[in-house]
Structures are given as C-alpha cells and as structure tokens.
C-alpha cells in the first residue's frame, strides 16, 4: 500500500544541487504534517525536514543547506537540496510527521567526485 511516491534523486558532485519531490496518491499529504526522512545502510532511517500543513518549515542538523516546501493543491512536497555534500548520501522518502507505516521506494541521492 504506497502512499508517497518519491523522485529526483541522482547523482552529483560536492557542491551540486537536486530537488526531491513527493507526490501523494491519496489525500494524506494535504491534512498533515510532512517530512523528509533518509536512510543510510545499515543505519535506522532519520528525520531530515519537516514541515506542517500550514507550510512552516522544521529543520534538523541534516538540512541546513536544504529548503522544504509543500503545495497542498498539488498534493506534493519538496525538498530544494543545495550545496550537496558527501555526507548527503542517502536514500530519502517522504511520510507524515510522525512517520507512518507505509513507505514509499525512496530516491537515492549520491554526491560523490
């Protein structure tokens, strides 16, 4: 049962930008609060942004080079990632805040020379 279908991962060099997005194919994104998570192997899946649903932003440690943003119209959400570093390597996935069960694939970021 996926919810969240998220894109616009790739690879990048140290310095470089992407722009994640998520899409909802259900009504679950417009009616609550959102966010980023990632997950590194062998590491338990993090908190990266949130925001709520009126569109305010909560940033942790792992994305104070990044901008989250949210169109409940479109029922999508983004996360503008800018400067990437290596240590941004991870695969990302979006899900309520706090996180739900299902989880979507994910996109995989690589910064990496």
């Known amino acids: 049962q996926v919810q969240f279908v998220e894109s616009g991962g790739g690879w990048v060099q140290p310095g470089g930008s992407l722009t994640l997005s998520c899409v909802d194919s259900?009504?679950?994104?417009?009616?609550?609060?959102m966010a980023w998570y990632r997950q590194v192997p062998g590491n338990e899946r993090e908190l990266v942004a949130r925001i709520t649903v009126e569109g305010r932003p909560y940033y942790t440690r792992l994305s104070g080079r990044f901008t989250i943003r949210r169109n409940n119209a479109n029922k999508t959400m983004v996360l503008y990632m800018r400067p990437l570093a290596v240590v941004d390597t991870a695969t990302y996935y979006c899900?309520?805040?706090?996180?739900?069960?299902?989880w979507g694939q994910g996109t995989q970021v690589t910064v990496s020379t």
């Open positions: 259900g009504d679950i994104l417009s009616a609550n609060d």
């Open positions: 899900n309520t805040y706090p996180a739900g069960t299902y």
